[in-house]
């Protein structure tokens, strides 16, 4: 499926002005049906980037993004994860958000639109019940020969028809409905993946800070003791600048799973940003944070680390972490600005440790 030259001519933005909001949601799950349809075509993963990316191409928002894709169709272009990458880090912003919200409602539109399609088909076969009804009607006046056969004749005929246009519907209900479990099944993957980080496959930012306001409500209302660690890895610009992104991005995968191993089942971890990761402990006192941290920093300094085919020995990654211990009068702002500046003073004094606040 793709778009001809005079479609990406078309005024996309001016015909969305002039619709009202429901025939907005249904111009979405339009584009979002045939973005689907693509994704499936092309063989790629139904993930955040690429419903952003062929929900755009569709609804012709980013001409330049559907004349690049329109050549990388033609061409016959493989659509791997590293391209997909690519071309969503040349027409988006670093921080720009995905359209999850935007896709989210088009996907309930379209679930909407595909159950109305269901009933719409299920009524058209009630005809037949009427059929019978009129023929119990004529059957109760005891009918002569003649007009019994036509009524037996009327009724084959009526039954074939309808035969037919049953299982013509349950084709259709059957696509349909498993359209409907695709659009849930993509509807749930898009929410676990807007608090996924995709590299590491770890907690993102955005989940990090809902966990994070979870812990000053608890600390406020239940007294719970709760701590937050920073950890940032030690000189990680350097070993982008030498030996690239793709091996800074292992790095980061091999600290993350680390981290994963070194902490408790009710601990969090996410990407905090850049090279950086939050850890929170709950019901966990300032010690205990304490010890958890250094075991993470301790862990990670004693494991050598070679990658790549070619034994690329990058030999041992350290890290640096700030511990703030959770009050009562917290905000999530004064939290992460005392684990911080622990983080700062880690670093200042020779990396490869942890500074909790008592000591800032």
Same mark, same amino acid.
């Given at each position: !499926?793709? %778009? ?9 933005? *001016? ?18 049906? #045939? ?70 409602? $088009?996907? #309930? *539109? ?5 159950? $109305? ?51 013509? $519907?349950? =084709? ?10 695709? !659009? ?14 995709? %590299? ?19 600390? #406020? ?36 799973? !680390?981290? #994963? ?16 990761? $939050? ?16 075991? @993470? @920093? ?10 790549? =085919? ?51």
């Amino acid at each position: !499926m793709k %778009l001809s030259d005079s479609q990406l001519g078309s005024t996309t933005s *001016s015909k969305k002005a002039s619709m009202n909001t429901e025939d907005q949601l249904r111009q979405s799950a339009i584009w979002l049906r #045939k973005a689907v349809t693509q994704i499936k075509e092309l063989n790629i993963p139904s993930n955040p980037k690429n419903y952003t990316i062929w929900y755009d191409y569709f609804s012709e928002e980013k001409s330049e993004l559907s004349v690049e894709l329109n050549r990388l169709l033609d061409e016959n272009t493989p659509f791997t994860s590293a391209l997909t990458n690519s071309i969503f880090n040349r027409f988006y912003s670093e921080n720009s958000e995905l359209k999850l919200e935007q896709i989210r409602n $088009a996907i #309930k *539109s379209l679930i909407e639109i595909l159950s $109305a399609q269901i009933n719409s088909i299920d009524e058209n076969l009630s005809d037949y019940d009427q059929v019978l009804v009129k023929c119990e009607t004529q059957l109760t006046k005891e009918p002569d020969l003649d007009t019994l056969n036509q009524l037996v004749s009327n009724l084959l005929h009526e039954t074939r028809n309808n035969l037919s246009k049953n299982k013509n $519907a349950l =084709k259709q209900i059957s696509a349909l409905n498993q359209e409907i479990d695709e !659009m849930r099944e993509s509807l749930i993957k898009l929410s676990e993946e807007a608090l996924e980080d995709a %590299l590491t496959g770890i907690s993102n930012r955005r989940a990090f800070n809902i966990e994070l306001d979870k812990i000053i409500t608890n600390t #406020k209302n239940n007294n719970t003791k709760n701590c937050l660690l920073l950890i940032d890895i030690d000189l990680f610009k350097t070993v982008n600048d030498d030996y690239g992104h793709q091996i800074g991005d292992k790095i980061l995968c091999f600290v993350a799973k !680390m981290i #994963k191993k070194c902490i408790k089942g009710g601990d969090f971890v996410s990407r905090f940003g850049g090279d950086e990761f $939050a850890i929170i402990f709950p019901n966990t006192d300032y010690q205990g944070g304490m010890a958890i941290a250094e075991t @993470i @920093i301790e862990t990670v300094a004693n494991r050598k680390l070679v990658l790549n =085919k070619q034994g690329c020995n990058l030999g041992y990654v350290t890290l640096s972490g700030g511990l703030s211990f959770a009050q009562v009068g917290d905000t999530p702002d004064s939290l992460i600005q005392r684990a911080d500046q622990g983080l700062y003073k880690a670093k200042s004094k020779g990396r490869n440790k942890v500074i909790g606040q008592s000591n800032l």
